[in-house]
């Protein structure tokens, strides 16, 4: 079996057949199929939604697929073949308009899902809906938690049998990159990658750390 967060889904790949066993919303899906024009169009997910550059987790504590999701949606316009043509040569491109990427929706309307998905039969099992885009690793663990970030700089720890928040701590920076947990041996630690600050993300911007959460 092969797992691909794609254009806001989750494609499940029969790796003997090369079939697709099942394909899965996993955030806000519309107007994908609407042809762009000049008057312009809204899509979700946007050029910045869906899943980014961390993949899917498998929790085989439950037999399930963990994904996080962004959910934000973005506005692309066409332009003239007469502006088209008057663009310098040597300038950055990246489409049919001088919009590149579009323009995202407002912050105030992003979020980001988190969505357990049985690995066999494709459903749903939760499905958890953060106040920030969800950009970071998804980490399950063997003592049935889920712990994941969001760009607001909390991390969760869910139940992975129901998706509850069970706990939450604010790290002061966009959470973005991994999270880990791990044992030394006189007890649980959990590693978080904090403080990721980009142009194209809204972010409070600090000091890039690492910090590490356990009971003393």
């Known amino acids: 079996m092969a797992v691909a967060p794609k254009d806001g889904h989750l494609y499940v790949i029969d790796l003997k057949t090369g079939h ?40 085989p504590e439950n037999k399930t697929i963990v994904v996080g999701e962004v959910d934000w949606c973005s506005s692309v316009r066409t332009d003239s073949k007469q502006v088209l043509q008057s663009v310098s040569l040597g300038q950055p491109w ?46 399950p663990t ?19 049998d129901s998706g509850a928040q069970l706990w939450s701590s604010q790290l002061d920076g966009a959470i973005a990159g991994g999270v880990i947990s791990y044992d030394t041996g006189a007890g649980q630690r959990v590693a978080v990658a904090v403080g990721m600050t980009s142009p194209i993300w809204p972010t409070a911007k600090v000091t890039a750390k690492v910090v590490i959460l356990g009971r003393k």
């Open 20 to 59: 697709q066993r099942f394909r899965l919303p996993m955030t806000t899906i519309a107007n994908v199929d609407v042809p762009l024009a000049q008057e312009g169009v809204r899509f979700c997910p946007g050029s910045q939604g869906g899943a980014e550059w961390n993949g899917p987790a498998y929790n």
């Open 94 to 139: 990246s489409g049919s308009s001088r919009d590149g990427f579009g323009t995202q929706d407002d912050v105030s309307k992003w979020a980001g899902w988190v969505t357990a998905t049985d690995a066999v039969s494709g459903t749903r099992k939760w499905q958890f809906k953060a106040p920030y885009p969800i950009l970071g690793a998804v980490t």
């Open 142 to 160: 063997a003592g049935r938690l889920v712990f994941v970030g969001d760009m607001g700089g909390r991390l969760y720890a869910l139940d992975a």
